[in-house]
């Protein structure tokens, strides 16, 4: 019976064993294979974990004594407690971002240990020390906290511009693929004019709900809402226009179909970001009256696009890139990724290991398929994409606390008027950049744009 139990015992702490072991092995190998996913979601943690900090976090930093320091002479209302959180999550998430940045600086091929090491394994070490890049902010006297306050503002702008550019190269970059496939189809040319059609119907359905919804009637003029809007509308009219003379050597009405919506929704943006109780926020009025279910998604929506803006900047390296290396111009003009020689002496290795006469063909090709892999470019830069979720980590301070001010609405994300103003730039930023991408190869004609 005793011996018995005791093979029992053993069995299910041995299947047990087995069933971690398959479980870690499993985990590991996903995360290797999608190591963008699991950043993504350790950044979407860390601003869950922000969003829960912002409005419950009294109880907490009352209970830290060189934080409440500097409290005195006034009384802290849960907004600055809130604000004094989210600062640090984003300040330790900045810095774990910003570690990694500087450590995959340089690296280049799969192969290199830098990559497999940092970007693609050892999770559970760096579980660890996310966490403890989140909790090391909290150990910071308040004044180095607000100088990254004040960084966080230049650092989220240039995230927005990041994004902006993205944008404009892939609507470029699609305009050009769809006109190219048209001069075999003409059915793609077709399919490029529905949407064009389909964008412009879209800027103006927009522009009508905003006057509907920010305009509403018996709350006075409501000028700037008025200015605002009709500036929108002809910005987005003005380049329009410009994409179509001689001038303007790239212009085409798609890409400025898709920018002009985009600026749309920048406006929209914009206005729904004026304080609820702003009599010219119709759209303000009715959300005060949203069940906290409706708010939820709202926040919830908003946050999942930060992550996912982050992720897609952080993948779209080449238009970045001002130095690509060798091995990328291989890759588009279909040459071997490494030489000859490389291959050769992966393969003398392989072969002096064993006895005369006992190397097979399988296990040449094994090792030439390894070479080749270990010297392949890496398919988007690490340094790069760790950087953008560095800048998109002070994007989310600014997002949560109202690009730092501390009357932040509880319950709320980016509402205020400092939001309304970021947002109003941002637009016309968008619409000037895209009017110099028109008319910049035409005032400069001996200067390469790339587009």
């Not at 320091?69 to 809130?82: M, N």
């Not at 809402?225 to 410009?242: D, E, K, P, Q, R």
């Amino acid at each position: 019976m005793f011996v018995a139990t005791y093979l029992g015992s053993c069995a299910a702490n041995m299947a047990g064993y087995c069933a971690c072991w398959t479980c870690t092995s499993v985990s590991q190998a996903c995360m290797k294979r999608s190591a963008r996913v699991a950043y993504s979601f350790l950044f979407f943690l860390a601003i869950v974990i922000s969003w829960i900090m912002r409005d419950f976090a009294r109880p907490l930093i009352e209970k830290i004594p060189w934080i409440m320091r500097s409290a005195t002479g006034f009384e802290p209302s849960d907004k600055w407690f809130g604000q004094q959180a989210v600062y640090r999550i984003s300040m330790g998430n900045f810095l774990f971002f910003g570690c990694m940045s500087l450590a995959l600086l340089g690296v280049k091929y799969k192969g290199e240990r830098r990559g497999q090491l940092l970007q693609h394994g050892n999770w559970v070490i760096k579980l660890v020390v996310w966490i403890l890049f989140n909790a090391l902010p909290f150990l910071f006297p308040n004044g180095m906290v607000q100088a990254y306050g004040w960084a966080a503002r230049f650092g989220s702008g240039l995230f927005l511009v990041i994004q902006m550019i993205i944008l404009l190269d892939f609507t470029q970059s699609w305009n050009d693929a769809w006109v190219a496939n048209g001069e075999q189809d003409e059915r793609w040319l077709y399919g490029l004019l529905a949407l064009t059609v389909t964008c412009f119907a879209g800027v103006l359905g927009i522009s009508g709900v905003l006057f509907y919804f920010f305009k509403p009637s018996g709350a006075g003029s409501c000028s700037l809402n008025v200015f605002l809007i009709t500036a929108s509308l002809l910005l987005c009219i003005g380049f329009s226009l410009l994409s179509l003379l001689p001038m303007a050597r790239n212009g085409s009405l798609f890409p400025s179909s898709t920018t002009a919506l985009y600026i749309m929704y920048l406006c929209y943006s914009a206005l729904q970001s004026e304080p609820r109780d702003f009599e010219c926020n119709g759209l303000g009025h009715r959300l005060n009256a949203a069940s906290g279910s409706t708010l939820v998604i709202g926040m919830l929506v908003t946050l999942l696009s930060v992550v996912y803006s982050a992720l897609r900047a952080g993948s779209n390296t080449s238009l970045f890139m001002l130095d690509e290396d060798d091995a990328s111009d291989d890759v588009a003009m279909g040459t071997p990724l490494i030489d000859a020689e490389a291959v050769a002496g992966a393969n003398s290795t392989a072969e002096s290991a064993a006895a005369p006469g006992q190397v097979s063909a399988s296990r040449d090709s094994a090792a030439d398929r390894a070479a080749i892999e270990d010297y392949a470019p890496i398919s988007y830069n690490y340094a790069f994409f760790h950087l953008i979720f560095a800048l998109a980590s002070m994007y989310i301070a600014m997002l949560m606390t109202g690009w730092g001010a501390v009357e932040q609405e509880r319950d709320r994300l980016d509402v205020g008027w400092t939001s309304v103003w970021v947002k109003t730039a941002a637009e016309w930023v968008t619409g000037l950049l895209y009017s110099w991408t028109l008319i910049a190869p035409a005032m400069f004609p001996d200067r390469d744009f790339g587009f």
